[in-house]
């Protein structure tokens, strides 16, 4: 699905003149308020827009939704695309409340939990296949996603012999890009604000028939049309500063998974590695 396939402020605007005048009157206040709605709850919503609670799940109802928090689920993603670091800073810090640890590790842990529950384990398994079935593997992330893009690729080549990194947009990787075929697995991954260069490898990959892991956080992120393996991580809160701890426990699960397709190969790997880090002195010896 595309981001313009998914235009909520359509959605509501196509069903307004139909709500009955409560509806029509919460109607408008999301549409005028949009980025403060995205995080209220429904007791919230109702007492800014000066109706009840009830009309709030109603109109929720009007629109197709089971409930308010998927209501609330899709206006979050829908506006996360358009969402300023300034802007997710002013959001948060108004919906701040607790200390900033525990604040953090309790969102963490929600976007965990919200992961293991929605992953699907087919794509998963698929996952996994291809990155053992392909010749090479390449990683790509930018910004907030680089450190993802870069810890995947470092322990991937511990276990496989060709294993590359992209850290730049330059013609260095474009003349890279444009070599690639059928034999390559490409793991991207891309969240709010998605950065133009991964998208734009993207549509590289998909021209070059180079089998594309996507992870991000929605159907509705630009990188899900280019996925031929879509792997969502439900990031509801926006923050100024990236919820990672999931992504890297499913990047861990994906390499875990992949060391076992061939234990013999992923020991003789490992065994090559740590010969490569003991003569070249990479990290500190114990006394």
């Keep these: 699905m595309k981001i313009t396939d998914f235009d909520l402020t359509k959605k509501i605007m196509n069903i307004v003149?139909?709500?009955?005048?409560?509806?029509?009157?919460?109607?408008?206040?999301?549409?005028?308020?949009?980025?403060?709605c995205a995080f209220m709850t429904s007791t919230v919503l109702g007492a800014s827009a000066e109706v009840s609670e009830s009309t709030v799940i109603r109109f929720a109802s009007s629109l197709g939704y089971k409930g308010y928090p998927s209501f609330q689920k899709d206006l979050r993603d829908f506006l996360k695309i358009e969402l300023s670091t300034l802007e997710k800073f002013s959001i948060e810090k108004a919906?701040?409340?607790?200390?900033?640890?525990?604040?953090?590790?309790?969102?963490?842990v929600e976007i965990i939990n919200s992961t293991l529950n929605e992953i699907s384990a087919e794509s998963f398994n698929a996952a996994v296949d291809t990155l053992y079935e392909k010749d090479s593997i390449l990683t790509v992330g930018f910004k907030g996603s680089f450190c993802l893009s870069s810890y995947a690729g470092y322990n991937l080549s511990k276990i496989h012999s060709n294993v590359q990194i992209i850290d730049e947009w330059n013609e260095r990787w474009f003349n890279y890009l444009n070599d690639l075929n059928e034999n390559t697995t490409a793991l991207l991954f891309g969240f709010p604000r998605y950065p133009n260069n991964v998208v734009t490898i993207a549509g590289i990959l998909k021209e070059k028939k180079a089998k594309i892991i996507v992870i991000t956080d929605s159907v509705v992120s630009p990188l899900a049309e280019f996925a031929d393996i879509l792997l969502i991580i439900p990031v509801r809160k926006s923050f100024f500063v990236d919820h990672l701890a999931a992504v890297m426990c499913l990047i861990n699960a994906l390499i875990f998974s992949l060391s076992y397709k061939d234990k013999e190969k992923t020991e003789k790997y490992l065994q090559r590695f740590e010969k490569f880090a003991n003569e070249n002195n990479i990290f500190v010896k114990r006394n």
């Design 17 to 36: 003149n139909e709500l009955p005048p409560k509806q029509k009157k919460l109607a408008d206040y999301i549409l005028k308020n949009q980025k403060q």
């Design 95 to 108: 919906d701040s409340h607790g200390s900033a640890y525990e604040k953090i590790f309790e969102s963490e």
